[in-house]
């Protein structure tokens, strides 16, 4: 299943301070994720991080070559992504994205269908499988039993009336 290079990471909200700081709201785990990539795209042109601070589920960065509210402005309203080479993720972790159309199967192997949608609910997420049926199955370790995102297929635990 081949992998996108570039990962929506958020979009920037509004500039910050007199400087040319910008704030971008992170849709990504955390800042924190978003801010040890270290750069960001925006149009297809790379930025770095002059300066990068944490404010709730924002990030308030100054980026490189963007030095004044009028620059800063300019930016308002626009989608930041992340190169994946950049992210730190650790083993056995993976990006949402690279799991839309995964093969969903139960521990026989039975094809379930694939994994269409992902929902954020307050508790946990929701994968929705489109097969023969469709399932609206909570991504937590009680159904989700394991993810192999490089062979393309998830193994889960379904209950009745899932």
């Known amino acids: 299943m081949p992998r996108e290079r570039y990962i929506e990471a958020g ?3 509004n500039t910050h301070g007199v400087s040319g700081e910008v704030k971008i709201e992170v849709w990504l785990d955390s800042p924190d994720f978003l801010k040890h990539c270290g750069r960001v795209f925006i149009e297809e042109k790379g930025y770095g991080f002059r300066t990068a601070k944490i404010q709730n589920r924002f ?10 509210i009028a620059s800063a402005m300019e930016l308002k309203g626009k989608h ?20 839309i159309g995964i093969r969903v ?20 997420n929701v ?22 995102v490089d062979n393309g297929v998830m ?8």
Not at 80 to 99: C, H, M, S, T, W
């Open 80 to 99: 930041v992504y992340i190169d994946r080479n950049d992210a730190p993720l650790k083993k056995g972790e993976y990006f949402l994205q690279d799991i």
């Open 11 to 13: 979009r920037i909200t």
């Open 155 to 162: 193994t889960v635990d379904l209950i009745e009336g899932m």
């Open 59 to 68: 990030l308030i960065a100054g980026l490189d070559g963007v030095d004044s």
């Open 127 to 148: 994968y929705v499988v489109r097969g023969e049926s469709e399932h609206l199955i909570p991504a937590v370790p009680a159904f989700i039993v394991s993810t192999d």
């Open 105 to 124: 199967t139960d521990r026989d192997g039975n094809f379930i269908g694939t994994l269409a949608e992902i929902f954020e609910a307050p508790a946990s």
